[in-house]
Structure formats: structure tokens, C-alpha cells
């Protein structure tokens, strides 16, 4: 075949390319490319055994290392380049720059000096617009123009392969090719639908769409990878055809390419836009009211009509989004570079797309309904100490989504599913959130109940809406009551930080449950009830009192809090802290001398890259230390924030955005725990969460 003989003859060119890129701001361990929800999250890796940050030569892969097929070549004068991906077939071209926005990863390709490529992944974030944040599809850009000054022949080719279909390389997968609405799309969905239900973290149900524009100079083919892409390499365009054979993602892979003939290129740049997603009608089921389970449809379904209709608005909405992008991408870079610099705006523009990657937003325009993947350390849906860190991010872009987070855990405490008078850890593994009727969920009891308190009076104090915290009285109290049995002196327990192991007595355990005690005292206020208000007022600011005497070392120089009471030996990172000027409360509850007593402190304990945790380990945790930074002086928070941006280009980690490292190696923890891909990371948004004037 002289496809093959083709390919033969071409590999032999492949290499790694020589010249090198320049990174701005940051070679990050792992850069996003299409990152939009818990199944559409594909990264390309950095460190370690992968390519380096280079485009070209590696394979993109899932949140959970799995390779997400995605090939682009292009060819000028008739040379075939590589651009994406790792298949073989032709020599890579040299990227000379990289940087990413909120929003965007950009590339940018140098193919054989004569043409340059600028390739843009847009995952759009629109926290405020949710018809278009509940689509879960990601933009592809590429960009050509002459290189030197002279005309040149081009032809353009991207695909994907069935393996974003199943994670279960042995299952079926069908397809189908079309074009509506001027879009034309290469449709792909696993044969044997199997709703709400994963294989290895990705999704068992749904349709991909893979699209670009229904234009003069279009080609198409579905097939056998070798096939598909010798024909473009070979020949410059592509068959028309469509394979009738349907079969396993992994028996002679089949791919969706398309070829775009761009015709003669100079010095204007030619824009091609492709576009990758998922559509699926059922999204999540939730025990709630009764004992059975209730589906939650995909919100996008409360917008369009069907996958399709959807697909062609998010298409042929580049612009619009794009437009919108910019707006979020400079809105981020202003308020970070005026709050901390440009080391936060290296931190948090790669914190968006992350924490925004982790959601899944159903039910319908009116009532939406948003769950939450913990990804990485055991997919948790719901959890509420993985919603907790994300909130800063979440108040700063629309304090509304925390209400639509918090109401399946409201659904299912407030229907008696839950036996413990304190609150939930988590609804299940996601998608399915059935709950823990037994109450044998991870127990968290302190921790959880002061984060449901502390976030729910945050985002009525940002919306000013009481009505909410009336309707959720009853139960607010009965983890409030629980709190004030319980926080001042916890017994033996985990706290969010579970990977640390249990322990009594710990110090920034127990000022979050009396920050929440604080928080519910301004509830009863709010909602007219004077008598638990000045009860739990009574009681936040005793325990407060208490608190700095079990929990400070003050022998110390300078005085700052333990691990645990009375253990002299132990510090930690009092991050919890952080939730007391979140709700405004600030010095008039916890007295100056904490705060400064805590930024003088933690300088005296840094590590190469980052304060640790607590005296159990070298381990950091980035949210955590970013929640510190927000709250210390600005030599202190300059510090923090220093040491986890230039972690960001040195650390040997290879997959996304850890939030769990070693202060030492800058490497994962030597436990073999892999904190990828965590909404975590919207925490890194600590100094833009706290409050500037809200209605309450
Ligand atoms: C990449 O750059 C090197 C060094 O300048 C050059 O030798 C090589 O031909 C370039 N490759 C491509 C594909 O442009
Ligand atoms: C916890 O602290 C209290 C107050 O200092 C002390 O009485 C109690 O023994 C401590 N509990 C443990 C398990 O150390």
C-alpha cells in the first residue's frame, strides 16, 4: 500500500525538534488544552517522561493519564510537518514560544521557516453566562501565515481519535459524519451507551462532536489511523469517505480527520477553527426526596434543543466567546497584577480552567444545579471540603454558583438521608451521588459543619439573599449546635487534610468551627432570630478567647499557633484563619496579634518551595498556603506567592496543576499520592475572594 510505504519512508524523518521555545509566563507542569468539564479534560504533560511542553511529539492525555488521540499536520509546498501529537509520519515543527491566559494555551509553531502557526486552545469560562458555560466543547484555532515573505502552498489536517469516547479501549465505539448549520462534524459515541456509569474516570454515555467550518477546500475521512493521515500526509487532502466498520477504540484505531486546503498563504494570517465536545442528556443521579433516585439532566438541554443544535451554536459562536474570553483573561491579569504582581497572575490564570474543568452543570435555567468532581484523589462528588477551597474563585466570578453547588448536600441532608447531626463529607462517587443513608461517609464532622456555615453566610452576605439562609435555618442550627459541643476541643479526628492522618486537639480545626459559630450568630441576626444570635455570639467569642490559650504558643518567638494544644514542637499552617476576614469579621473577632503573629512566624519555617502544612510532613498544599498568603503581610504573602510561582516552571511533576507537593523536592509527596487536576487550585484565588462591598 503506498500509504504505508509513505509512512515508512516519512518516519524516518521524525525527530525531536532543536530549536527551543521560551515559555511565558511559566512551563507549567502540565498545560491545559481542552479542559471544560470532569470528561472533557485533556492536558498536555510537561515533566517528567513527556515532551517538555512541546506541541508537537507528545500525546495529549486525560486528567487520568489516558492518551486522548489529537493529530494535527500541515503541509507547505507539498513537505508535511507534525504539529500535534505524537503519531508518525513527518518531522515536528519547531515551536519558538508558549503562554497561556485564564483561558487560552498558545502555541506558537515554526513549520520549515516558511510558515508560522499560532494554535489557540480556548476552553471558555463564563461563570456569569451559564448558557454558555453548561457546553462542554473547547475551541481549536490554528493560525497561518508566511513566514518569509514569500507565497506558499498549504494545506491544513487535524483529528481526533475514538479514544475520547471510552475509557475502555475494547469497547465499540460508532460514528457518523455530516454537516449542518455550515458546521461540518465527525459525530463518535460509544455503541453500547451505559448512562451515568464511568470506565477508568471517563464518561460510558454520550456523543462527541468534532467540528470545523462546512468550507470550500474541506476534505474529510473516518478510518484506520495509518490510512487517514498517510492520505493527508501523501496527498494533501483527504477521501470523503466514511468507514462502515464499526469497532473497538483500539482495533485499527479509528480517527475523524478533516483536511482544509488553505491555498496560497502570505503574509495574512488564515484562521481554521475546529471544535471538540461531549453532549449527554442524563448527567447525574441524586438521592433527594423519597428513597429513589432523581436524574439530573445536562443544563445545556434547558438551552438547545438537542446535541446537535448545540454543537453548531458553540461553533459557530467563536467569536462572541472568544470576545468574552479576552474580557475574563484581562479581568484576571488586572486584578492580580494590582492585588500581588505578576508571580499571582502566573498562579491563578492557571487555576481557571482547572477548577471550572472539575464541574458539571445540570437541571434547568431556572433552578440550575451544579455538581462537583473531586477528580484525582478518589472522585468524590459534592465534596464538601474540595467545594470549600474552590470558593474563593467561585465568590470572586459569581457568587451564585455556590448556591447551585450547595444544593444537592441541602437536597439530601435536609431529606433525611443523612443520620449525623453534623454535616456531610460528600454525596457518593461522582456521577452517582446516592449518598450515605448508613452515615458511613468519610467523617469530618468539625470540619464539614464550619464549612457549610462559613460558605453559605459568604455568598449570602455577596447576594444578599436572606431568603436563602431562612429556608436552610433549621439545618444550619442543628451543625451549629453540634459545633458548639464539638469545636473548642475536638476529639480525635480528620480534618480536610486527610492525607496527614487524624489527631486531637488540632488548633486550626477548631477556629474554623468558631469562626462558623461567629458566621451563625450573623445568620440568626439576618433572618430575625435575636435570641440565637446573641446565644451563639456568646459562645463564638468565649471560645475564641479560649482558643488563643490552648492553641497559641506563646513562649515562642515570635508567638505563633500549634499543631495541636500544647504540643510546642508543632506548627501549621493557620489557614482557617482566612475565613474569618472572607466573612468580614477581621479583627473585631480574632484579635490583630493572631494575623501578625502567624506572617511573622511563617517566613522562619519556609522551604525551598513553599511553607509546609504542618510539622507531620515537608508536604505543601497550594490552596492552603494561598489562603495563608491573602491574610499576611505583604512581605509574607510576597513570599508565598513568589515561592509557589517559580514552583510552577521547576517542579519535576508531570500532570496538572498538583495541589499537594513536596516543599523540599518540589516533586508529589513520597507516598505516591497524585493530587492532578483538583478544583483545589481555585483557591489560589485567596486575595480576590475576600470582600470589597457587598449587600449584606
Ligand atoms: C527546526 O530548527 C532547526 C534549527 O534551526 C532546523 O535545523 C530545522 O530544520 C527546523 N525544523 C523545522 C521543521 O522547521
Ligand atoms: C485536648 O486538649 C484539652 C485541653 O487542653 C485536654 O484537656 C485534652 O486532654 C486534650 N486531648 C487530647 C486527646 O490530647
Known amino acids: 500500500m503506498r500509504f504505508s510505504a509513505a509512512l515508512t519512508r516519512l518516519a524516518l524523518t521524525v525527530g525531536v525538534a532543536s530549536a527551543e521555545s521560551a515559555f511565558s509566563p511559566a512551563r507549567p507542569p502540565s498545560i491545559p488544552l481542552a ?176 467540528s470545523t467550518k462546512d468550507d470550500e477546500g474541506l476534505t474529510w475521512q473516518s478510518g484506520f489511523d495509518t490510512d487517514v493521515r498517510g492520505n493527508f500526509v501523501w496527498d494533501g487532502d483527504l477521501t470523503n469517505t466514511k468507514d462502515t466498520d464499526f469497532r473497538p477504540v483500539n482495533q485499527n484505531w479509528p480517527v475523524f480527520g478533516f483536511a482544509k486546503d488553505l491555498g496560497v498563504v502570505n503574509g495574512r494570517i488564515i484562521s481554521t477553527i475546529f471544535s471538540i465536545g461531549l453532549t449527554q442528556d442524563a448527567a447525574i443521579n441524586l438521592r433527594e426526596e423519597g428513597g429513589g433516585f432523581t436524574t439530573y439532566s445536562s443544563l445545556w438541554k434547558s438551552y438547545f434543543h438537542t446535541g446537535l443544535e448545540a454543537m453548531t451554536f458553540f461553533y459557530n459562536d467563536y467569536d462572541e466567546a472568544s470576545r468574552i474570553a479576552t474580557d475574563l483573561d484581562d479581568k484576571i491579569a488586572a486584578d492580580s497584577l494590582a492585588v500581588a504582581g505578576q508571580d499571582y497572575l502566573t498562579i491563578t490564570s492557571l487555576s481557571v480552567r482547572q477548577t471550572f474543568g472539575a464541574l458539571q452543570f445540570t437541571g434547568t435555567a431556572e433552578d440550575p444545579v451544579v455538581f462537583l468532581k473531586e477528580i484525582s484523589s478518589n472522585s468524590d462528588i459534592q465534596t464538601v471540603d474540595v467545594i470549600f477551597p474552590a470558593v474563593p474563585l467561585i465568590l470572586y466570578l459569581n457568587p451564585q454558583l455556590v448556591c447551585y453547588l450547595l444544593k444537592p448536600l441541602f437536597l439530601n441532608q435536609e431529606n433525611g438521608h443523612y443520620p449525623k447531626r453534623s454535616a456531610i463529607h460528600d454525596l457518593g462517587i461522582f456521577p452517582l451521588a446516592k449518598g450515605y443513608p448508613d452515615g458511613n461517609d468519610e467523617s469530618m464532622p468539625v470540619e464539614e459543619s464550619g464549612n457549610m456555615i462559613i460558605m453559605v453566610l459568604a455568598y449570602a452576605q455577596r447576594t444578599g439573599n436572606v431568603d436563602y439562609l431562612d429556608a436552610h435555618y433549621p439545618i444550619l442550627k442543628q451543625w451549629a449546635d453540634y459545633l458548639v459541643d464539638e469545636t473548642l476541643i475536638p476529639a480525635h479526628q480528620l480534618s480536610t487534610d486527610d492525607f496527614a492522618g487524624m489527631l486531637a486537639n488540632q488548633t486550626n480545626l477548631a477556629l474554623k468551627g468558631i469562626i462558623a459559630l461567629r458566621a451563625m450568630s450573623e445568620i440568626a441576626e439576618l433572618t430575625g432570630r435575636a435570641e440565637d444570635a446573641a446565644s451563639f455570639g456568646e459562645t463564638a467569642r468565649s471560645y475564641i478567647d479560649q482558643w488563643q490559650d490552648l492553641g497559641i504558643n506563646n513562649a515562642a ?23 474569618n476576614s472572607l466573612l468580614g469579621f477581621d479583627y473585631d473577632f480574632v484579635p490583630k496579634s493572631v494575623y501578625d503573629g502567624q506572617s511573622d512566624f511563617y517566613p522562619t519555617v519556609a522551604l525551598e518551595h513553599g511553607v509546609a502544612l504542618d510539622t507531620r510532613h515537608t508536604w505543601i498544599k497550594t490552596d492552603w498556603m494561598m489562603w495563608a498568603a491573602a491574610i499576611a503581610s505583604e512581605d509574607t504573602r510576597d513570599t508565598l506567592i513568589r515561592l509557589l510561582a517559580r514552583w510552577i516552571s521547576a517542579t519535576t511533576t508531570n500532570m496538572a496543576f498538583t495541589d499537594l507537593y513536596d516543599a523540599t523536592t518540589g516533586d508529589y509527596p513520597n507516598t505516591g499520592l497524585r493530587f492532578t487536576a483538583r478544583p483545589a487550585v481555585g483557591g489560589h484565588f485567596a486575595l480576590l475572594g475576600l470582600p470589597k462591598q457587598w449587600p449584606l
Not at 513549520?111 to 462542554?136: I, W, Y
Not at 515570635?558 to 482566612?578: C, W
Request: hydrophobic residues 35%; contains cysteine.
Open 557 to 579: 518567638d515570635p508567638p505563633h499557633t500549634t499543631l495541636s494544644y500544647g504540643d510546642t514542637s508543632s506548627h501549621g499552617l493557620l489557614y482557617n484563619l482566612y475565613a
Open 35 to 210: 479542559v471544560k468539564s470532569p470528561y472533557l479534560n485533556s492536558w498536555l504533560n510537561v515533566g517528567g517522561e513527556e515532551n517538555g511542553g512541546y506541541l508537537a511529539g507528545g500525546w495529549p492525555r486525560f486528567w487520568a493519564q489516558q492518551i486522548t488521540g489529537w493529530t494535527g499536520f500541515i503541509r507547505v509546498d507539498g513537505v508535511p510537518y507534525a504539529w500535534l501529537g505524537a503519531a508518525p509520519g513527518a518531522a515536528l515543527v519547531n515551536q519558538t514560544h508558549f503562554s497561556y491566559t485564564s483561558t487560552r494555551s498558545t502555541f506558537i509553531l515554526d513549520a520549515g521557516g516558511k510558515v508560522e502557526m499560532s494554535v489557540t486552545f480556548l476552553s471558555p469560562v463564563t461563570a456569569n453566562d451559564l448558557r454558555r458555560q453548561c457546553l462542554t466543547f473547547s475551541y481549536l484555532d490554528v493560525g497561518v501565515h508566511s513566514l518569509d515573505g514569500v507565497s506558499h502552498d498549504v494545506q491544513l489536517y487535524a483529528d481526533v481519535s475514538a479514544e475520547w469516547a471510552s475509557g475502555d479501549l475494547g469497547s465499540i465505539v460508532q460514528w457518523d459524519y455530516d454537516t449542518a448549520d455550515g458546521v461540518a462534524y465527525h459525530q463518535f459515541a460509544r455503541q453500547e451507551q451505559v448512562e451515568i456509569q464511568e470506565a477508568n474516570q471517563q464518561a460510558s454515555w454520550g456523543t462527541w462532536y468534532w
